[in-house]
């Protein structure tokens, strides 16, 4: 699959110690953490994901 087919997940690149989550509801009690590594690029911090998976609803959690 190529880059053109993935959607970009990006935030401030100052939100450091964040690790994406991602959920297939907004309410949902199971989150499961992004596992494609992130790249700066422009002071944002990236990750892509594959849009086949479905309605995805991502988030951040500051690691602990």
Not at 12 to 41: K, Q, R
Request: positive net charge; aromatic residues 10%.
């Amino acid at each position: 699959m190529s880059i053109q087919s993935k959607i970009a997940v990006q935030w401030l690149g100052t939100f450091t110690n964040y690790v994406a989550e991602w959920a297939p509801t907004i309410d949902s009690t199971t989150w499961t953490a992004v596992t494609n590594p992130p790249v700066v690029i422009g002071g944002q911090t990236v990750i892509l994901v594959d849009p086949a998976g479905g309605q995805q609803f991502f988030r951040l959690r500051l690691a602990r």
